[in-house]
C-alpha cells in the first residue's frame, strides 16, 4: 500500500459524506463511494474536510462515518482525517481516535483567530506538541476557507518547525508562486523534500501545479478518474496530454468549484453517476435549481462529447 | 428562585472555566466559585460562554463542568448554557444534554458565516426549528466576537420569529441606538416584551444602559457586586449614586476588558480574591506580565480607596 | 452609436491603463488601445475601474486619461467612469467632470464599510442625491473587491430607489441565482427592465450567464474577441458554438483570472499583441515569473490551436 | 517651537474639520479650534486624520484646510497631516503640498490589502521610497480602522528599514505589551530612540501608556486639557494625580471613544464649548438622539462636579 509520507504522490480524494434524504448518515452509500474512489484508481482518501460537511456531524457521527469508512478501506489505501478543531483538547481527542481507529495522518488548518506570522507559527508549534512525534500530518493553506494568510515565509518557518508535518495541502489562490518558492527551497537545501498535493476546488490548476512540481491532488471532484488520469499523463511525461484530458473536464470542473453551490453540485452529480444514493446536503446548505440542473446536464452532455474525441 | 424568562431582571455572570495550573478541570474551584458567585448576590449565570473558554474544552469536560454548575447551584438560581455551535446536530444534541441536566436555557449566536439580513434570519428560523418549542433561549448580538452585525431591523425579525426567545443579550458596540429601538418597538406595541441583558465587556456601559431600559447585565466581571449594587441602586431609583458606584469600578473594568488579556486579567483578580485556585488559561490563551500585574494591583488600590470614600 | 440605458447589449470591456516603463502614463498606447477595441467589436468602454489602477494614478492624471479615451473614441461607442469614492464631494466633483468631457454614464461600487441591508441601501440613496436625474449609472456587485455582500432583496430595493440605475455589473461569485432573481423580478413586474452585464474575471462564467439573461459583459480580458463572439453567436441562437468558442479560452481565461498576478498576466499579452507598449504596472503591484511567461505561453499555444480546430 | 522628531513629547491633538450647518468648509471656525488648541496647551496638531472626515473632502477642499490651520498656528507648533493614500502618486502628491505649506511631517497607515508580515514590510519600503529622505513621519499602527495587524516584530522591522520614521502612533488595541515591547528593544540598542504618542480614543489608557514609557498622546478629545494635564502630571512624577485626573474624564472620554457616534458627540461638545459654530458631520455620518444627548450632558455634569472636587 501507498504511504502517507514525504514522497506521497498522486490523488487524494476529499470525499463527501452521503446522507439519505431525511439527513441521517447512509453508510451503504459510504461504502459504495469508497468502492469507486478505488475502482477510479485514486491513492488515498480525506474525510471530515469542510466538503465532507464536518462540521455538521456529531462526535459521534463522526466516529461512526470514519469507522465506516476505514472498514471499507481496510487498508488498501491511507485515509487522512481532517483535525482542525477550536481547541487543542478536541484536536487531541479526535487525533488519537482516528490514529486508532487506522487512519495514516491528520490535515491541520489554521483558525481564523491567527493573523500575523508569528501567531500562526506559535498555533502550529502548539499542533506539533499537541500532536506529538507519532502521527503524520498535513498542513492545509486554504485562505479562502480559514481568511489565514500564510505567507512562503510562514509556510517554511511552519514546515522546518514540524518535524512530523510530510505534506502541504496547497489551496492557497492564486498559489503558483508559493508553490514554486517551496520546491524552491527544498532544491537550495533549505527545507527537507515535502509531498505537495494541490486543492484548488476540482483540481482548477492541476496542470499548471504539476508543472511546478506538485506531486499531485488533494480535493473533491465529482469525476476523480480526471485527477487520476492527468496525473499518469503528466508523470509519463506527455504533458500535452494531460493538459488535453484537463481541458475537456474545465467547464464542469470550473462550474462545480462556486463556492456553496459547488458541494450541491458535486452531490447531484455523484447520485446521477449512480455513486451515492441520495443527493442531500446537510443545513444550513445550498439547494440546486431547476436552472442549476440544466447547466449541469449541459456541461455533462458536452464533457462527455469532448472525452470521446479524446479517446 | 427567579425564572429565565421575558421579564427577567439582575445580573447573570459569565463565568470562567477554573483550571489547576496543570490545565485540568478544577472542580473544587468551580464550586466555590458558584458560592461566590450566589454570595455577591447575582441573580442567575451563564456558563460554556467565550469567556469560559468553552471551545477548549473536551465535549466530556464541557459536559462534567454543567454537571457540577448545575449540582452546586441546585436550583437556587437559573444557569443558561452557551450552545453556539458550527451545526445544528451538534446544537440540538448539546442543548438536550444541558436541559436534562436542569439548564433554564440556552444562549446561541451568529456563525461567521451569515452575513447578509435574510441569512442571519434564514439561520435563527433553523435555530427555532433546532431547540423547539419547550428549550427557552437567548440571542447573543455580539459582533466584536462573531463579525455578523445585525441591524435593529434584522434583531426584530428575529425576535418576532423566535417564540421562544425570551432575552436580547445586547452586546453590539456601539449600542445604545439598538437599544432604545428595540425598546421603543415593545412600545409602539410591534414586539412583545423581551428581557434585555447587556453584556459590553465588564458592564462597560452598564449605567447608560440602564437608563435606555436595559433590564441588567449578562457579562462577566471579577468584582460581580459592582454590577449587583449599580443595578440594586438604579433600579430603587438612586441614578446618581448607580453611576458613583459604577465609575469607581470603571478604571479596572476598562482594563479587565481588553479583548485577549481579558481573561487572563479576570482570572488573576478571581484566585488574588480567593475564588479560584490557579489562573491558569488553556493554550492558546493570554499571559500576563509583570509589567501587567503592576497595573492591576495599582488599580485594586486605588478602586478601593474610592470605594471606601463612598461607603 | 449605442446608448448606456436600461436596454444596453453586448460588451464593455473594462480597459487597462496602460504605462511607459518608468511608470508614467502613456498616451499613444491608450490611443492604441482604443483603437484596439473598436476594431474587436466591443460595444462600451469602462475605464478607471479596479483593473486600470484607478487608485494609483493622481487625480491630475485620471482626469488626463479619461480625456484622452473620449477624444480618441470621439463617440463612437459609450464610455462608463468608475466614480467610487469614499466621500461624496469627491464622487460628485469626479462625476461632474467627467460627464462634462463626454462620459456617458459612471459606475458605483459601496465601500467596505457598509454591512447590514439598511447601511448598503442608504447609502446608495446617498449616492442617488450626489449624481442627481441627469447621469446614468452602473450598480457595481463585486464581493470579492468591496467584501460588501448585498443580497438579491438588497440589489431589488437599490435598483427600485435609484431611478437613474440603469444597468447592474453582476459579479458576485458565486451569482447565477442571483441573476436569475433579478431577471424573474422583470419578469413579474415588480422592476423596471434593466442591463445586466457580467464581470465574472474574463468572463469565466459568460455562457452560463447568457443563457440566465445577462445581456452581455463587462470585464477584462486580453482577447475581448471572445467575449464579442460568444456574445454574438449566443444571441444569434448558436448556444452551442457560443460555448465552443468559450471553452476555447477557458484555460488561458482562468489563468488571467487570478486576483493579483492577473492584471500582470493581461498587460504581458496585450504587450505580446502589440496593443500596448509596455506591461509596466505601478507599485504596489504584481510582477510575472519565467515560469508564469512560461505557462502563459504555453496557454496562447494551445489556445491557438484550438481556434483553428474551430474555424 | 517644539519638534517633530524623536524626542517629541505631549500631546498632538487629532482636531476635527468644522462645518457650517450646510456642509461646506467652516474656515473662522478652523482658526477658533486652533486658537483653542494653543490656549490648552497642546504641542502638536495632527489634521485629515479619519477622525478629520478627510476622505470625505475633495482635493481643493484638503488643501484648503490644511492651509489655514498652518496659517493661523503660524509656526507656533509643528502640524502633522494625515498623508495615507490609496497609491503612492498621490501619497506624494499630498506630502510634496503639504510640506512646501508648512507641515511638520505626515503620517502613514496601511491600506487594508496587506496582510502578512512580508507584504507589510514591503509596503512601508514604498513609502520610504515614496515620502524620501527630507519628510519625517510617523507610523499609525491602527488595527481597528485598517485592519492590518501588525506585530511587534513588524513594527521593528519597520522602524528599522525607515530612517526617517520618527515616531509610533500606537494605537493597536490591546497594545500595553506592544509598547512595552519596542521600548525595551530600544533598551536594549536594539532600535534607535523613537517617539511613541498613543492614541487609543480619547486617550482611553492614557495612563497606563505614560507608565509603559509612551511620550504622551496623539488623539482626539473635546476636552485635550485632559490630556495635557496628565501627562504634566505624570512627567512631573505626579503619578497618583495623573491618575485621578484622567478618572474625572474618563466617563465621558469612553463615551466620546464609541466607533461612530463618537465624531458627533465630540463636535457636540466642541461646539456647547464655543470652540466650532457647528456640530455637523458630512455624510455618511452619525447623528445624535435627544437620548445621547441626554447622556452627554449628564456625564458633563457629572465630571464637572468631580473637577471641582479635584481642584
Redesign the interface.
Same mark, same amino acid.
Request: aromatic fraction near 10%; hydrophobic fraction near 35%.
Given at each position: 500500500m501507498s504511504k502517507f509520507n514525504e514522497t506521497t504522490r498522486g490523488v487524494y480524494l476529499i470525499t463527501v459524506t452521503p446522507f439519505k434524504d431525511d439527513g441521517a448518515l447512509d453508510l451503504a452509500s459510504t461504502d459504495r463511494m469508497v468502492d469507486f474512489c478505488l475502482e477510479q484508481g485514486v491513492d488515498g482518501l480525506t474525510i471530515l474536510g469542510i466538503m465532507g *460537511?464536518a462540521?455538521?456531524?456529531? &462526535?459521534e !457521527?463522526s466516529r461512526t462515518f470514519v469507522r465506516q469508512v476505514l472498514n471499507r478501506v481496510n487498508g488498501r489505501i491511507p485515509i487522512v482525517v481532517g483535525a482542525s478543531a477550536? $481547541? +487543542?483538547?478536541?484536536m487531541s *481527542?479526535l487525533t488519537k481516535s482516528v490514529m486508532d481507529l487506522g487512519a495514516a495522518g491528520v490535515m491541520v488548518a489554521p483558525p #481564523?483567530s491567527v @493573523?500575523? %506570522?508569528?501567531?500562526i507559527c506559535?498555533?502550529f508549534d /502548539?499542533v506539533n506538541e499537541t500532536l506529538g512525534p507519532d502521527v503524520p500530518w498535513c498542513l492545509q493553506d486554504h485562505p479562502g476557507a480559514t481568511t489565514v494568510? /500564510?505567507?512562503t &515565509?510562514?509556510v517554511l518557518r511552519i514546515l522546518r518547525n514540524s518535524p512530523r508535518c510530510v505534506m502541504l495541502k496547497h489551496e492557497d489562490?492564486?498559489g503558483?508562486?508559493k508553490l514554486?518558492a517551496v520546491r524552491a527551497a527544498t532544491a537550495k537545501g533549505e527545507l527537507r523534500r515535502i509531498s505537495i498535493l494541490t486543492g484548488n476546488g476540482g483540481g482548477? +490548476?492541476l496542470p !499548471?501545479e504539476l508543472? =511546478?512540481g506538485a506531486d499531485g491532488a488533494m480535493t473533491g471532484f465529482a469525476y476523480p478518474e480526471m485527477m487520476v488520469e492527468v496525473c499518469k499523463a503528466y508523470f509519463a511525461g506527455e504533458v *500535452?496530454r494531460a +493538459?488535453d484530458l484537463y %481541458?475537456a473536464y474545465? #467547464?464542469l470542473a470550473?462550474?462545480e468549484q462556486? &463556492? $456553496?453551490? $459547488?458541494l450541491a453540485v458535486r452531490k447531484y452529480i455523484l447520485a446521477r453517476r449512480g455513486v451515492i444514493a441520495s443527493d442531500a446536503v =446537510?443545513?444550513?446548505g445550498p439547494k440546486l435549481?431547476a436552472? %442549476?440542473i &440544466?447547466?449541469i446536464e @449541459?456541461l455533462i452532455a @458536452?464533457q462527455e462529447r469532448k472525452l470521446r474525441a479524446l479517446a
Open positions: *460537511e462540521p455538521k456531524l456529531t &462526535a !457521527e477550536p $481547541g +487543542f483538547a478536541s *481527542e #481564523p @493573523r500575523t %506570522d508569528d501567531q506559535a498555533y /502548539m494568510q /500564510m505567507s &515565509a510562514v489562490w492564486p503558483l508562486a514554486s482548477l +490548476f !499548471e508543472v =511546478r *500535452e +493538459f %481541458d474545465l #467547464p470550473k462550474y462556486q &463556492a $456553496g453551490p $459547488g =446537510r443545513k444550513p435549481s436552472l %442549476d &440544466a447547466d @449541459r @458536452r
